[in-house]
């Protein structure tokens, strides 16, 4: 069964669109190694993508479900000058540590800037909550992402 959406803007087809993870595509297929793969169980929320502009973890998610639909990756996010600003923000502050759950983080304060949601601290770290850092405490990645 093929399974045809659209990744960061481009047509992409699939002949796994059964239940195979959208991060197995993603990542395996079509070289988006930026949506890391973490638990695999939806808990580390290391691997979430936007898919019509809502967070997800791609680990759950079939692709099959994700047929005609679009998703936007990490790579992706860079398109507006709000999103450019929050990562070279987080480059500059030099608060990636090992980098693994940044580009989750990213992904989930995209979903909250591009509805043109205002986040402030409290806010922010809520959203965040299904994102897990194992290595930098948070605090100093809230903060820049508050900035
Ligand atoms: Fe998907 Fe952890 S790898 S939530």
Do not use: W
């Amino acid at each position: 069964m093929k399974c045809t959406f659209t990744v960061n803007g481009k047509p992409v087809e699939t002949e796994k669109g059964g239940s195979e993870a959208l991060l197995d595509v993603l990542r395996g297929e079509l070289g988006l190694t930026g949506s890391k793969e973490g638990c695999t169980d939806g808990s580390c929320g290391a691997c979430a993508v936007l898919i019509d502009g809502r967070a997800e973890n791609s680990c759950l998610v079939p692709v099959a479900q994700v047929q005609g639909r679009e998703v936007r990756t990490v790579e992706g996010l860079s398109g507006t000058p709000e999103l450019a600003r929050l990562q070279r923000a987080l480059v500059t502050a030099g608060v990636t540590a090992c980098g693994f759950c940044v580009p989750g983080m990213l992904t989930v304060a995209s979903e909250h800037i591009l509805a043109g949601e205002e986040l402030d601290g409290v806010s922010l770290k809520q959203a965040l909550s299904g994102v897990a850092c194992r290595c930098s405490g948070y605090r100093r990645i809230l903060q820049v992402l508050d900035g």
